[in-house]
């Protein structure tokens, strides 16, 4: 069989040379909880590390498109796009040299669908509660069933394979239970056993973790000109305090990479690079962050009819958005280095937000004066002695608005926009508090939920469909603006927005995808349940002593700025 | 008492001064005193007369500062049989004199032994010091010591730690130290008043006998008038920082030349003059007045804001210590008068 | 000593049990528990919430749960199960107590070393120009905040490296390649890193200690047996470093057993700045993530040793304090 | 006995001198405690001040004139084209992000902002009743985007000297009145141990172990998740110092218990029992006060821990919130702005030399109270 | 013990009414140790010990250091709680009082103390102080009260303007006098001197003596007056208790306690006080060793380890406190010697 060949457009600067060898120097700031892919629950996570480069597909930073990577071949699909048979790519083997075949998809399946387990991969085996069905046709073949058709079939078959002879044998013995015990941070490094690119080779708690190569990856994945890759001989995490610590440790040649939060950790590097201390690439806004920072304001509050009125009006939420200085927000609390956002969709996810505005979504920007047109015509002309708007009855329009304490960023947005409803007379009272209060109000249930407005932020998300399953239908978790106890909508915009996100995440075509996506993202704009405020950009440095990164145009957030197994030491 | 009348110690015009934040207390202003070879001298006085600066000027223990010795000196002839300025010598040479050839008891035994260390080991360091012994030969001559001063047991008391001892087995124990490199000179400074007249009694009789072994001189510094009384060959009367009346024991009880050392002698209630059942009690002949104050002492006889023989002249300026005869000195310019009076009372 | 002992454990069985139930009702009372995190990812569902509380037991009373956990730790010795880290929490705190203790360890020297000698010093030199030099600086320094001498610290360090070119570890325990040296080596990489953090949070301490140590030596100074030790013939420095000083740190040597508590609860600060493997930046972390378990378990230990240390303190008091009898 | 005159008598010992008399009487000839004093008294006119003597209002910056980390503004005397002394003032500065160093640059402007003293500017209320809008200096409402930047710009662009001075008001509040709480905890807690005896005595006993075993940090931080953060910042911040207070008190009731109980054994007490006096006049009387030396001294020794305690919490995000301050909030800020702050912008780690200065002063008077109330140390 | 007490009642003060009597007194101090600090054992500081003083009467309590004179005094006064025992104040059981009850009779029993540093309140003033008993007995109230100080205070020799003063102020003369000041505040009838003049000069102790003295025959009180140094007891007692280890060993009246002593103890005591006459060089009785632990009495007689005529009986036996002649007492099976 032949090798994945890893496409010579994926790197800017081809390693000619074959030069091999040396390490990449990475860094993490939470120290590793665990080794056992199942029980892992980190965002950078050490089976997550091990395994880059396996999984039936991958998605081609060129094109957002999945290609076949474990998988010889894209499936033969049928059952009106239910049902994928895959053939693996045969001759892979795990670190360990046992051969990688269709049982590890099983059991790794089996394992992360046990409830007891507590996987956090769980979900994905589940569209709208149906299960997906996993069998092995034979040992090379695979066949899913899809309780229905999905946008994210792709993404959901390109699970990783951990090795049958290891889980499935202590799951059939001793159930859950005995998988959670394997592969935790006092197993041996030499006895954990990785399908993917790197495997384990060391660990020293709270310090560091080190992968070197697995030669059997190499086996089967090829650079264009036929070498095994990596070319690297280890890649390095160090975990360390904060940011600022792997800022410094960057600055002192320590780290190969760095991922700049804002403008001043740009000039620092600029700094030293421009001082001379540092030789490094440094590129910046590259793309924008694949997050968004957002106001929510709360439909359900019974005790406070008024309020509840107000915040259910269209009116007040457009005025609300038209107060938001996003600029302001982007030069204090972003350092001038931001993007704007207007909807639900993370700017960096360009294709989407596009087809929004193609389909007329609206975008109620910083316009003071239209606000306050907005709040009169809510009956908000007078303005008390100290400056606030009040109603007929004398009372005045404020609500408390809140985020997590001790995120600086979003305490400045949140500062900023109080600031600035001040000046069209509306109180807003704001609080930083503690982080779980906040997600517990956040995500409550009821007519009469505790808060007035959250200033929070997601993340995470793919852009096949990026919206989120947990927050755009009505009556799940993070539909925070109205979830109330029966977990009915409460306007005709959400149940569209309903509709068309399920028509869309179980759309395969992908234009029609973005149409759909368009639509909702319009429905959204002018329901405008959730104000959104800006987004940091993303900003690429490393050490000049490594290369392969990707060529220009295909770094960004959501693909970040190099395949592993393509970069090497110069 | 087999001693050649040769001085072992003289002191003269020795002035300590401490400056302290409301000013200078002028503790000891101008005291001259001697002892001779085998001699107790003792001083008495009341609290803050000076006694234990005067002391320890003579073992240059001031505290300095704030203390300092601003005038006089101190002639000590050591056991190398040379005579020496203690106020001049060095530090260095002072250390050797220290122990050796002066030793010091001091007034609470309770608090005047390292708690941390063995009570031989505290013997043994200034033996070791001073005789260049090891440790072992210097434990065994703190064994013989204690056995010297009379304690019971001395090989398993010598590694007990002084918390471990009563009141007067410590004083003993420090008696011990200051003689263990047979000194010339010791000065014992209160060594009774912390104790019980029982334990009191104990300790004097020790020292008595020591001091017949050993052949050494002692500046005894105690206010027990009683104490001086048995312990005493000549006594030195002091007053707020001067010598009063300096004379022989028998003299200064009997025929004492200053009202002070009068008073004094008439303040202490005398065993056996307890009244008969039934008749009225007799009164002591109290000192009236309060101990002055040092920093404000009066200009003239420091003792004439509680003399009751006072006439204006004693006011004007410091009497002079005079000879009334025989070594008996007296610091008042009614002295005369006294001898007088005295011969009357006798009469 | 033993039936002292005996008594030190019988006495402090309530004090554990007490502080057992306020540490983990305290947690408990905090909003919010382990998965509330992963309520704001948007793709957890409340079904995966559902059985990952059930897998915790987080769906349990509060009571259930301490009665559960206490229950295990009588009969079976064991902590609990970290939610974090999905083992025993014996075996994930002991690797971070031992790197603390080497912290702590390096640390409590460099304390003593600069402590001793300075408030001896000072007190030896009373009012001297250098004493009181030594006190503005130790006035100083005990206003520093010590993660704000930390911050400036590493800011020098970067500084020096840029300008001279050593490696100047500026946080972890170890360099890169630790597990291919020499074992030489692996001790004198380790020493470097440990140097810094430990020499800034001694000095920023020692201030403390410096000023008790020479307000000791102050009035053990002024005390009778060290007249009559002067008396004897002693020279200055016998009289200071075996008389004055002896007595002197006696409550500073009964302290010492209160250091085991604190050596095992590690640095503070200093681990989480310096990124130091120690058990501080992991506590801190579960606080955060409230991890139940972890908390609970450390606290225990470290009260147990608490009430060890304590006894500790007796026992060495006794030891260096004649006086003091254990009994 | 009139011969004594005046003088003279005030000279040897002044008479009915109590014991603080005597203290204060040692104190005066501390000249460094008393410079401590003198310089906290200041320190707290300065934070009671804070409103008047701050050029700028607590929480004023510009959404459109961008102010973000300004650095401090030199004030001109001289006018630059004569050269001659004119009405004191200060350029105004021009900001522009540079997009090569990523520098957001700041460049002074011809225009010239005067500096004028009292001013109108932001209305404030002094010790939240009096009320005032006058300033000490600034640049007046002629010139609404002049600003004084004398200890420069903080992350929003407010200024920070002005932030500072606000902030001493939480700063130096949360120490003493953390103290105070926990000393009354503290003394009330010791003295019923003393007092009663018996369970109570265990029982708190018990409580001073328990609360000294869990540690500090950790118990502080959990506590304080556990009070609703979703109230008045301000109140969360007493909320937060309630806390600190409430684990602080377990040493003092120790102490507290051990000096009651050998005071009760002394025979002035003895004395006041065989004068027949009820145990509470005992108590109060007789055996509470003998606590006041050693409460006025550690209490000024542990104001300034509070102090820095406080600024640890803030360190951990757990301090004061916006748009309040505290010294120790604004230097975690300073910490989060990490290397940056400390060679592009080192004007904002001001607050921290508050810290030390003040802390400073507190242990200067802390030191010299404890000497002073020291018989010992008395001649 | 019965024939004890009976005898001893009947032997006590022959002239004049009794005030204070005490039978059979007894403290001990528990000492606590072992797993669960149980009391292991007791210092028998005031072991069976049997009185009466008379009123006006003027009795000395001597002894060597820790033999019980303070423990008696306080228990007495019920400043400490006696363990068994009697002591009747004008025929009243006061140890079966209630607190309540027992504050009046406070009125009636005053205490000076040996340590004039610590017996005053350090941060009271001296009108303060003596002000205060009455305050709590509710006597002369209003400005008469001010007025009653300043006289307290011209009668033990100080001066009206020194009301205002803090007690840090005064020599420990005076201090003596603030303190014989406030215990004469509220007009008692009996005082328990505790070593009023040890801690005072010799010239100073004079004068508070006969303060003291001139106190007494003023206003007729009865005093028990504790001290060690026998000559000044002699000096101003009607008669002496001698003690020794928490047992009374012999009580006479003051020249035949002086002149004849029957006990052995006392012999010695008075034998060790140095005589401030040079020319006396007498020969003295030393007593060997220091006083026995008050937790492990020795047998039979306590004092028998020291004592130079101490037969094989005298460790079996405890001797009973026995009338040699009118009015003169002593614990001694010995009748054989002095
Ligand atoms: N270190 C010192 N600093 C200041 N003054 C001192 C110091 N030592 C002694 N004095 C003063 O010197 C005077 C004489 O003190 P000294 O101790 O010699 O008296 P004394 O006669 O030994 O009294 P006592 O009988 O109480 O021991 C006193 O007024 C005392 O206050
Ligand atoms: N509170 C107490 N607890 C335990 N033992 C005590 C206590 N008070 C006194 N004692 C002991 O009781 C014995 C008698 O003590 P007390 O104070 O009555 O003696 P004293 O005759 O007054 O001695 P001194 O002359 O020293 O005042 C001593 O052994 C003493 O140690
Ligand atoms: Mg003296
Ligand atoms: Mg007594």
Not at chain 1, 198 to 213: D, I, K, N, P, Q
Not at chain 1, 231 to 237: E, T
Not at chain 4, 303 to 332: C, H, N, R
Request: net charge neutral; charged share 20%.
């Amino acid at each position: 069989q032949s090798a994945f060949t890893y496409p010579a457009a994926w790197t800017a600067d081809q390693n000619t040379a074959n030069k091999r060898g040396g390490e990449f120097r990475d860094y993490t700031i939470s120290d590793f909880k665990t080794f056992n892919p199942f029980t892992s629950a980190e965002a950078t996570s050490i089976p997550g590390t091990m395994a880059e480069g396996a999984g039936l597909f991958t998605q081609d930073p060129r094109n957002d498109a999945f290609i076949p990577k474990m998988a010889a071949a894209m499936p033969t699909v049928s059952n009106n796009g239910k049902r994928f048979v895959v053939k693996i790519r045969q001759g892979m083997k795990f670190s360990d040299g046992q051969a990688i075949t269709a049982d590890d998809w099983i059991t790794t399946w089996k394992i992360h669908t046990d409830d007891k387990v507590g996987s956090n991969s769980y979900d994905s085996f589940f569209l709208n509660d149906k299960p997906i069905v996993i069998k092995k046709l034979d040992t090379y073949t695979l066949q899913f069933d899809l309780p229905q058709t999905s946008a994210s079939a792709y993404s959901i078959m390109a699970y990783t394979p951990w090795p049958d002879h290891v889980f499935g044998k202590a799951y059939k013995a001793g159930g859950a239970d005995a998988v959670k015990k394997l592969w935790t941070l006092a197993t041996k490094p030499s006895d954990i056993v990785s399908p993917g690119m790197w495997v384990l080779s060391g660990y020293r708690a709270g310090e560091r973790a080190t992968f070197s190569a697995n030669k059997n990856f190499g086996a089967w994945n090829k650079d264009s000109k036929g070498n095994a890759l990596p070319y690297l001989d280890s890649y390095s995490y160090r975990i360390v305090a904060d940011q600022n610590a792997a800022l410094a440790a960057y600055l002192g040649g320590q780290l190969d990479n760095y991922a700049p939060r804002n403008a001043d950790d740009l000039a620092q590097i600029k700094k030293a690079i421009d001082g001379g201390s540092l030789k490094a690439f440094l590129k910046a806004n590259v793309s924008p962050m694949a997050n968004s920072q957002w106001i929510t304001f709360n439909w359900n509050k019974a005790s406070d009819p008024a309020k509840q009125k107000l915040f259910r009006d269209v009116r007040f939420r457009r005025a609300m958005s038209h107060i938001a200085n996003r600029q302001a927000m982007i030069q204090l609390a972003l350092g001038g280095l931001g993007s704007e956002n207007y909807y639900s969709v993370y700017p960096i996810f360009k294709n989407q937000v596009e087809a929004g505005v193609a389909a007329g979504a609206p975008q109620y920007k910083y316009n003071l004066s239209e606000a306050s047109k907005l709040l009169a015509q809510l009956g908000y002309t007078k303005k008390n002695s100290a400056g606030y708007l009040v109603d007929k009855s004398g009372k005045v329009l404020e609500f408390t608005l809140s985020t997590n304490a001790g995120n600086t960023v979003r305490e400045q947005l949140g500062r900023i926009f109080a600031d600035e409803a001040k000046k069209v007379g509306v109180k807003v009272n704001f609080t930083p508090i503690d982080f779980n209060t906040l997600v517990g109000q956040l995500t409550s249930k009821g007519e009469d939920r505790p808060f007035d407005a959250i200033l929070l932020g997601l993340a995470n998300g793919a852009n096949t469909w990026p919206f989120g399953s947990n927050v755009v239908p009505c009556g799940t978790n993070l539909h925070s603006y109205n979830n109330p106890s029966n977990g009915k909508c409460l306007t005709s915009q959400e149940q569209l927005m309903t509709k068309l996100y399920y028509q869309g995440d179980a759309e395969l075509n992908d234009a029609k995808r973005l149409a759909i996506g368009g639509q909702l993202l319009k429905t959204e704009g002018e329901l405008q349940p959730v104000i959104y405020l800006v987004g940091g950009n993303y900003h690429v440095t490393f050490n000049e002593r490594v290369s392969g990164e990707y060529p220009a145009n295909l770094m960004d957030a959501y693909y970040e700025s190099r395949s592993n197994a393509l970069t090497f030491i110069k | 008492m087999t001693h050649q009348g040769e001085v072992l110690l003289a002191v003269n015009g020795l002035k300590t001064y401490f400056s302290t934040d409301d000013g200078v207390v002028k503790s000891v202003d101008g005291v001259t005193f001697h002892i001779k070879k085998g001699e107790t001298l003792a001083v008495v006085g009341e609290s803050g007369s000076g006694k234990s600066v005067t002391s320890l000027s003579v073992m240059r223990l001031i505290p300095m500062p704030p203390g300092k010795i601003v005038e006089g000196e101190i002639l000590f002839t050591g056991k190398d049989g040379v005579q020496k300025d203690i106020v001049n010598l060095s530090e260095a040479e002072m250390r050797k004199i220290r122990g050796n050839d002066i030793s010091m008891i001091f007034q609470e035994p309770m608090t005047s032994l390292n708690p941390v260390y063995t009570v031989g080991d505290q013997i043994a360091e200034a033996v070791m010091l001073h005789q260049g012994k090891n440790k072992k030969e210097a434990m065994d001559v703190a064994t013989d010591m204690l056995r010297f001063v009379g304690i019971p047991a001395p090989e398993k008391r010598v590694n007990e730690y002084p918390h471990q001892m009563s009141g007067g087995m410590r004083q003993r124990v420090m008696i011990a130290m200051a003689l263990s490199c047979k000194p010339a000179l010791l000065i014992a400074d209160e060594p009774t008043t912390a104790l019980d007249v029982t334990i009191q009694a104990q300790i004097l009789d020790l020292m008595r006998k020591l001091q017949s072994d050993v052949g050494m001189s002692i500046l005894f510094i105690t206010h027990n008038l009683g104490v001086v009384a048995e312990m005493a060959d000549r006594v030195v009367v002091m007053y707020g920082g001067r010598v009063v009346e300096e004379g022989d024991v028998v003299e200064i009880f009997k025929a004492p030349r200053h009202p002070y050392t009068m008073g004094l002698l008439n303040s202490i209630p005398r065993p056996g003059e307890a009244h008969e059942p039934g008749q009225p009690k007799g009164r002591l002949e109290a000192i009236p007045g309060n101990v002055p104050n040092p920093l404000n002492l009066p200009s003239g006889c420091a003792f004439e804001p509680r003399c009751k023989f006072a006439v204006p002249d004693c006011s004007k300026a410091v009497p002079a210590l005079e000879d009334t005869g025989h070594g008996h000195m007296s610091r008042c310019i009614r002295w005369r008068e006294f001898e007088q009076v005295q011969a009357e009372v006798t009469a | 000593m033993i039936p002292f002992l005996l008594r030190r454990v019988i006495q402090s069985i309530p004090t554990l049990f007490l502080a057992s139930i306020l540490i983990f009702f305290v947690i408990q009372l905090a909003p919010g528990d382990f998965l509330t995190p992963a309520k704001l990812n948007p793709g957890i569902s409340q079904q995966q919430l559902d059985n990952l509380s059930a897998a915790f037991g987080l769906d349990r009373s509060p009571i259930e749960q301490y009665l559960l956990w206490m229950k295990n730790m009588i009969f079976n010795g064991d902590f609990g199960l970290s939610f974090q880290y999905q083992q025993p929490v014996l075996n994930i705190i002991w690797p971070r107590i031992l790197n603390s203790l080497w912290l702590v360890l390096l640390y409590t020297a460099l304390f003593y070393a600069i402590a001793i000698p300075v408030g001896v010093y000072g007190a030896v030199r009373q009012n001297s120009l250098g004493d009181k030099a030594i006190n503005v600086v130790l006035y100083f320094l005990l206003g520093f905040p010590s993660f704000f001498l930390a911050l400036i610290v590493i800011y020098l360090i970067l500084k020096l490296r840029n300008a001279t070119g050593w490696d100047i570890p500026i946080n972890g325990m170890t360099s890169q390649g630790f597990d291919s040296m020499a074992p030489l080596a692996q001790v004198l990489d380790v020493a470097k890193h440990l140097l810094i953090p430990a020499l800034v949070l001694a000095i920023s301490d020692a201030a403390g200690l410096t000023r008790v140590i020479r307000g000791q030596m102050l009035e053990v100074m002024r005390s009778d047996y060290i007249r009559t030790a002067r008396a004897k013939g002693v020279s200055e420095r016998t009289a200071i470093w075996k008389h004055t000083f002896r007595n002197a740190i006696l409550p500073i040597v009964a302290g010492i057993g209160g250091l085991l508590p604190a050596a095992v609860s590690g640095a503070g600060f200093i681990e989480v700045v310096y990124a130091y493997p120690g058990i501080t930046p992991m506590i801190l972390d579960a606080i955060n993530a409230q991890d139940l378990y972890l908390i609970a378990g450390f606290t225990v230990i470290t009260t147990v040793l608490l009430v060890v240390g304590n006894a500790l303190s007796d026992i060495l008091l006794a030891v260096v304090d004649p006086r003091i009898k254990v009994g | 006995m009139t011969t004594t005159t005046p003088t003279k008598a005030a000279r040897v010992r002044p008479q009915g001198q109590s014991q603080l008399s005597v203290a204060w009487a040692q104190f005066r000839k501390n000249r460094l405690a008393q410079t401590g004093g003198v310089m906290i008294i200041l320190l707290y006119l300065m934070a009671i001040f804070a409103p008047f003597l701050a050029p700028d209002g607590l929480s004023n910056y510009s959404t459109s004139n961008i102010t973000r980390f300004h650095p401090p503004t030199p004030i001109q005397f001289r006018d630059p084209e004569t050269g001659a002394f004119t009405r004191p003032f200060v350029f105004k500065y021009g900001q522009e992000l540079n997009m090569d160093t990523f520098v957001n640059e700041y460049k002074p402007t011809t225009q010239q902002c005067p500096i004028y003293f009292g001013v109108r500017g932001d209305p404030y209320k002094i010790l939240g009743f009096i009320p005032g809008n006058i300033h000490l200096f600034g640049t007046g409402a002629q010139n609404p985007d002049c600003n004084v930047y004398l200890l420069g710009g903080e992350d929003l662009g407010r200024d920070l000297l002005t932030r500072t001075l606000y902030a001493s008001q939480i700063s130096l509040t949360i120490g003493v009145a953390a103290v105070l709480i926990s000393t009354l905890i503290g003394l009330l807690m010791g003295a019923m141990s003393a007092y009663f005896g018996g369970i109570v005595d265990t029982v708190i006993m018990r409580l001073v172990e328990v609360l000294a075993a869990i540690p500090y940090l950790f118990l502080l931080l959990l506590l304080r998740s556990v009070f609703p953060k979703d109230i008045n910042p301000i109140l969360a911040l007493y909320v937060i110092l309630g806390i600190l207070a409430f684990i602080g008190w377990g040493g003092l009731a120790r102490v507290t218990r051990g000096q009651l109980l050998s005071v009760r054994e002394q025979d002035f007490v003895s004395a006041a029992k065989s004068l027949g006096a009820s145990d509470n006049r005992i108590m109060w009387r007789h055996m509470l006060p003998t606590m006041t030396t050693y409460v006025i001294v550690t209490t000024s020794l542990a104001i300034p821990s509070y102090i820095l305690l406080e600024s640890s919490l803030s360190f951990l995000g757990v301090g004061a919130v916006e748009p309040y301050a505290s010294w120790g909030s604004l230097l975690k800020a300073a910490q989060d702005g990490g290397l940056s702050s400390l060679n592009t912008r080192p004007w904002v780690l001001a607050p921290g030399f508050f810290i030390v200065f003040t802390v400073m002063c507190f242990q200067l008077l802390g030191d010299g109270l404890r000497d002073a109330f020291d018989p010992k140390k008395r001649s | 013990m019965t024939a004890t007490t009976v005898q001893n009642r009947r032997a006590m003060p022959a002239t004049g009414d009794t005030l204070l009597e005490v039978n059979n007194l007894e403290k001990y101090f528990p000492i606590r140790g072992g797993l669960l600090s149980r009391v292991v054992g007791n210092v028998k500081a005031v072991n069976d010990i049997t009185f009466r003083i008379g009123r006006g009467e003027v009795v000395g309590l001597v002894g060597e250091s820790g033999s019980g004179k303070t423990t008696a005094g306080r228990a007495i006064l019920r400043l400490i709680e006696p363990t068994g025992g009697q002591v009747l104040f004008n025929g009243t059981d006061i140890t079966k009082l209630s607190k309540g009850q027992m504050r009046d009779y406070r009125r009636e029993m005053q205490i000076i103390f040996q340590d004039p540093f610590a017996s005053l309140n350090p941060r009271m003033t001296v009108s303060d102080i003596i002000g205060e008993a009455m305050q709590i007995h509710n006597l002369h109230p209003g400005k008469g009260r001010i007025d009653r100080i300043a006289e307290l205070l011209q009668k033990v020799g100080l001066r009206p303007e020194h009301m205002r003063r803090y007690p840090h102020e005064f020599s420990g003369g005076q201090r003596q006098r603030i303190g014989i000041a406030r215990a004469l505040a509220v007009d008692p009838a009996f005082i328990v001197a505790d070593e009023p003049v040890s801690a005072l000069d010799v010239s100073i102790q004079a004068q508070v003596v006969n303060l003291l003295q001139d106190l007494q025959e003023e206003l007729g009180l009865t005093v028990l007056f504790i001290a060690h140094d026998l000559a000044v007891v002699e000096y101003i007692c009607d008669r002496i208790i001698v003690m020794y280890l928490g047992r009374v060993m012999e009580i006479a009246p003051s020249r035949q306690l002086n002149t004849s002593p029957k006990h052995p103890y006392t012999e010695a005591l008075l034998s060790a006080a140095p005589v401030p006459d040079p020319t006396i060089k007498r020969q003295r009785i030393i007593l060997e060793g220091d006083i026995p632990s008050p937790i492990n009495p020795p047998s039979g007689c306590v004092f028998r380890t020291r004592c130079r005529y101490a037969i094989a009986d005298c460790a079996n036996i405890v001797p009973e406190l026995r009338e040699v002649s009118p009015g003169h007492f002593k614990a001694c099976i010995r009748d054989d010697i002095l």
